[in-house]
């Protein structure tokens, strides 16, 4: 069964500037530069019939425009207790509408609905338990400044993972190009 989820890559420009954000961090597993990513629609592990569909979705999925991604700032999420530290995105019409229909692309390939409200980020890091909140607070007081960083989608991307916590490396299995 592939692992899949479909999202938009990195630029490797905007990657290498996003991998000087690493430092040391206690319960901190830093995720390699050339898997940051977006996650539109993550599936998990899927049937390939159902991988099938959602290939042939997003084929004939409509016409898009390319348009741009802002990155402006660091967070993390999990509150008192951290589970990831990453990098913002500013919400965008065009971002929300493309996730929605990922979302609706999936269930029509047979994909069980995402209950998570979706909220776009790159994933820089992923915290063990020993992760500490004040300590994440720290680093992202230490990193505070980030001067925002802008990038243009002209494809979207089917990726599959490995079997295992983190996922990575992840592989791009087909790519739909926008404009």
């Known amino acids: 069964m592939p692992r899949l989820f479909t999202g938009l890559e990195i630029p490797a420009e905007i990657a290498e500037v996003l ?44 016409p898009r425009a ?11 999420f999990g509150g008192d207790r951290p589970r990831a530290l ?17 979302e609706r ?20 890091a992923r915290l063990r338990r020993e992760a500490r909140a004040g300590d994440v607070a720290a680093y992202l007081s230490e990193r505070g400044l980030f001067v925002p960083l802008t990038f243009r989608v002209d494809r979207i991307a089917l990726f599959s993972a ?10 791009v299995e087909a790519a739909y190009p926008l404009g």
């Open 162 to 171: 490995r079997e295992s916590t983190g996922g990575g490396p992840y592989v």
């Open 105 to 124: 692309i999936a269930r029509r390939a047979g994909a069980a609905p995402e209950p998570r409200k979706f909220t776009p980020h790159v994933t820089l």
């Open 19 to 62: 991998a000087l954000k690493r430092g040391a961090l206690r319960g901190s597993r830093w995720i390699e530069a050339s898997d940051y990513h977006i996650t539109l629609r993550f599936l998990g592990d899927v049937e390939a019939e159902v991988a099938e569909a959602l290939h042939e979705s997003l084929a004939e999925s409509r």
């Open 86 to 102: 990453l990098a913002s995105v500013v919400p965008s019409t065009e971002l929300s509408d493309l996730q929605a229909e990922h």
């Open 66 to 76: 390319a348009f741009a991604v802002t990155l402006d700032g660091l967070a993390s």
